[in-house]
Structure formats: structure tokens, C-alpha cells
């Protein structure tokens, strides 16, 4: 098994550009989320899916939009990129199941820089 | 802001000696877990303990939960330089499915 694969590993964009992080699991995991994390602040949460056609907000949303129209994908996208989404981000998934007893997977991170 | 709050933000310490890192949440929930990260890589999960759970052990690890406090603490036991990383606690507010992490303790092994 693969597990969670993000693409692209480095991205560099100019401000105002769009762009869609992909996130691919093959475990077969109703749960996936997407995270940044930036210097000194540990993972903050962006959105949120527990399963095909659903999705939710996190503690920080503004600024990208996720969808989840397969179990396998949940791709992120920027809008409209500015310097302050500057960060790293990872993709996590995990079979929830009763009382959320199960640890999250994570990807290796997509680096994206915002110039 | 953040559901979790680690402490302290950097350990350094000498092969051999255990490390101990404390993390606080704000909210009922149902499990808190453990993770740990290398060089700014992915995460990975060391171990998880339930609400109804006040202490668990896994190799080298132990971890203690205390609910009435909101805290949680993982202690490391005969540290070795590989042991060397960030270390991260999640919580799940009880209800939702939001794994929210603290800021995370920066720990070092010196040889």
C-alpha cells in the first residue's frame, strides 16, 4: 500500500495565482483532512471530510476550498494564492469508526511557497 | 485557537535520561493521541489513549491522562539521540471529528 500521497512535494506561486494540492489514500479511509503548518505553531486544521460528498470547515478555512467526490481523493485548492498561505501542508486520513479510536496517516507534506 | 498546548516548547537532554512532555486541552473529548515528527516530515502516530483510559504503555513510551485536569503526558524512557524530534499531542473534541494538535514540544538527545 502506498498510504496518503500528496502531490506536488514543492510548488512556488506569484500571488493572486490558483492551484490544487492533491491528496490520494488506497486504505480505503472514510476521514481526511488537510493541515498547514507554519514555524512555531504545530498543524492548524483546514477542512475536513468524513466521507464522499461531505466536507467541513476547520479551524482555519478562509482562502481554500476542498471537495470530496471519491473516497480515495480529497484535493485542496487556492483561489486566489497569497504570501500568508506561505506554509507546509499535509493530508491525513483514518477509519474514524465508533468514538474516533483510530490514529490519522499523514502524507509527506507539500512545501508551498507564495511570492 | 488550538485545542492543545504542549510543554514545554523545547527539551534538550542526554542519551540515557528520560524526557517528559505535558500537553493541555480545552474540551471534553474522546481519545488524545500522541504523535511525533522528524525534520519536518509527515507525522507519525506513537499512541493513542481513550477518555476512559488514565495511563497506557507502548515499548518505551508511557503516556497518562488526566480528564479532570485536561492534561496529558508522554514520558520517554531511556532516551536515545534517534529519539530526537517534535513531538505533537491531538485531540478530538468529543462530537466531532476535528483532530486539532498543540504546538508541539521540539525534543533533542544529545550523544
Redesign the interface.
Known sequence: NAG?TQTPKFQVLKTGQSMTLQCAQDMNHE?M?W?R?DP??????IH?S?GAGIT?Q??VPNGYNVSRSTTEDFPLRLLSAAPSQTS?Y?C?SSR?GV???S???????TRLTVT | SQQGEEDPQALSIQEGENATMNCSYKTSINNLQWYRQNSGRGLVHLILIRSNEREKHSGRLRVTLDTSKKSSSLLITASRAADTASYFCATDARGTYKYIFGTGTRLKVLA
Do not use: I
Not at chain 1, 490514529?103 to 507534506?109: C, I, Q, R, V
Open positions: 496518503v476521514y483532512s493541515y503548518q512555531g505553531m504545530g498543524l492548524r486544521l475536513y468524513v467541513d476547520g479551524e507546509v499535509f491525513a474514524p468514538e474516533n479510536n490514529p490519522l496517516h499523514f502524507g509527506n507534506g
